[in-house]
């Protein structure tokens, strides 16, 4: 039905008759790789549109092209398309906050049944998707493309949905895409920037810790690969995985992060940094997790003694270390002072 409504769609839109797009297309379908995921009939059938659609408006074709490599869920044209069109090639971001020429690109788009409109957004199918993959790997362009679509989703996510709760909604709709194009990257593929880092936070917020730690655990390894091991962002990338291997109980682990986090900051910031007084705090809460309480007590009352200094007693570090300072000592059997 798939390759029917592509081929109906070429005939009309182009005014071919049956028998010129059927030689058409029994030419394509001779170039054309076999493959187990769907049929070179069918794949035929969309390369003539995706053909077709190039010719047209390149535009379009460079549209496509970005959003092959996102999820088959919706796509949401506000929260996606507009607020990451600066992640996009000049003529493509263009092309997406001006009305008219976007409507244009709509309208070939559609009439190739090559994106169909949905609510607020946009679907791609999924053998479309796929196609538009193995044509862009073919021409030697996937790599520049998915970068465009990293990009752009690295620019719509909201960098804050973890502690802002009025962009979860947002976060929600751009969130399958995101977990997309993660689904597809490594450590060494992986593309500096905030989307990995944020998008875990995000997920731990919600308690999708497993998703938060695949999502934590790439972006340290990124960061290592990108920085070496003593920068400072690094060492926040193992501060947020050891904080999400101590909700899923993996202590021992989130602790060898945290150490190796505030190692790090201790060589290169000195023991007087904020950031050591943090690592010294989130050491100790999962020392006291391990139960191992008289180490615990000594960092955070490094911790404490430094928040002090550097933020003044009314500062929440510093009432947060005493919190923990507090629970530490009733754990010993001591009174809080």
Not at 6 to 24: L, P, T
Not at 207 to 216: I, K, N, P, T, V
């Amino acid at each position: 039905m798939l390759a029917l409504e592509h081929a109906a769609d070429y005939m009309v839109a182009g005014r071919v008759s049956f028998a010129e797009y059927h030689g058409i297309w029994k030419e394509k379908l001779k170039r054309m790789p076999k493959r187990s995921d769907y049929p070179a009939s069918v794949a035929a059938a969309i390369g003539l549109s995706l053909r077709r659609v190039r010719e047209r408006s390149e535009t379009a074709y460079e549209l496509l092209s970005t959003l092959a490599w996102l999820s088959p869920e919706p796509i949401p044209h506000q929260e996606l398309l507009v607020a990451g069109a600066k992640g996009l090639p000049d003529s493509l971001a263009s092309a997406v906050l001006d009305r008219d020429v976007w409507m244009e690109i709509e309208d070939v788009l559609g009439e190739y049944s090559l994106l169909r409109r949905v609510d607020e957004g946009y679907e791609l199918h999924r053998v479309v998707r796929e196609v538009i993959r193995a044509e862009l790997r073919e021409e030697g362009t996937a790599d520049a493309w998915f970068a465009f679509a990293w990009a752009l989703l690295n620019i719509a996510f909201p960098s804050n949905a973890y502690d802002e709760l009025a962009h979860w909604e947002t976060a929600e709709k751009v969130l399958p895409h995101v977990i997309e194009v993660r689904s597809q990257v490594d450590a060494a593929r992986a593309i500096e920037g905030t989307l990995l880092s944020s998008a875990g936070l995000y997920l731990g917020s919600r308690g999708r810790w497993g998703q938060a730690r695949s999502f934590l655990t790439l972006a340290l390894e990124a960061a290592i690969r990108l920085h070496g091991p003593d920068h400072p962002d690094v060492t926040i990338s193992r501060s947020n995985l050891a904080n999400i291997l101590r909700d899923l109980g993996e202590y021992e682990e989130a602790r060898t992060q945290i150490e190796l986090a505030l190692g790090a900051d201790l060589r290169v910031l000195g023991p007087d940094h904020p950031s050591v007084a943090i690592r010294r705090s989130n050491l100790a809460s999962i020392l006291r997790d391990l139960g191992q309480y008289e180490e615990a007590r000594r960092q955070i009352e490094m911790a404490l003694a430094a928040d002090l200094l550097l933020l003044g007693p009314d500062h929440p570090y510093v009432a947060r270390d005493r919190a923990i300072l507090a629970d530490i000592l009733r754990k010993l059997g001591e009174k809080p002072s």
